[in-house]
């Protein structure tokens, strides 16, 4: 078997892993409600960079308004490999803000292709200031603040989803 195979191979089956196995505990907001019973589970993955190789990290989706209204409210710490993917029906100017968000995000914007658009680093926690990227999208990957540029993910960059028509999960 060719490296270049086994390297494809192990690219589709490390998601599905790390999806079975779960958070390590259960991420319950300071409200007490518990994310996992909120929202789906999936995986995302981004294209190699050259810094960090293929970054995969598990992810909450946020797929309907309420989902979406709700976010990360609430959450005091996010594990390093864990994100929420926020998903809207079709390319659109988002604006996010961070009222009740209390730990500090990156927020990646992804357009219909999976494509980075744009990374606005550092939000500031509570802050009701307008987010919004430089061109449309129709996602929006949360993350722990510093980790977008940690893993070399910057406009351009490309993540792997079944949202963006990915067929790995």
């Known amino acids: 078997m060719s490296r270049i ?5 192990l690219l ?12 390590a505990q259960a991420l319950r ?9 909120l929202f789906r589970q999936s995986v995302l993955s981004f294209d190699e960079t050259a810094e960090f190789g293929c970054p995969i990290l598990q992810i909450y989706v946020a797929e309907n308004p309420s989902q979406r209204a709700r976010g990360l409210m609430f959450v ?10 926020f998903l809207y ?4 100017t988002i604006s996010m803000y961070m009222k ?31 987010i919004t ?16 540029a940690q893993l070399g993910i910057r406009p351009g960059s490309r993540a792997r989803h079944e949202a963006f028509g ?4």
């Open 76 to 85: 005091r710490a996010l594990p390093a490999d864990w994100g929420m993917l």
């Open 166 to 169: 990915d067929s790995f999960q």
């Open 133 to 148: 990227p430089r061109r449309r999208a129709v996602a929006v990957l949360e993350i722990n603040a510093g980790l977008a």
């Open 100 to 130: 009740n968000t209390f730990i500090p995000l990156d927020m990646v914007f992804i357009d219909q292709s999976g494509v980075v658009v744009d990374v606005v680093a550092n939000t500031e926690p509570g802050s009701l200031k307008s």
């Open 5 to 9: 195979l086994i390297h494809r191979l």
């Open 12 to 23: 589709c089956l490390v998601p599905l892993l790390l999806l079975a196995a779960g958070p």
């Open 29 to 37: 907001a300071s409200d007490g409600r518990v994310l996992e019973d």
């Open 89 to 92: 029906d079709g390319p659109r």
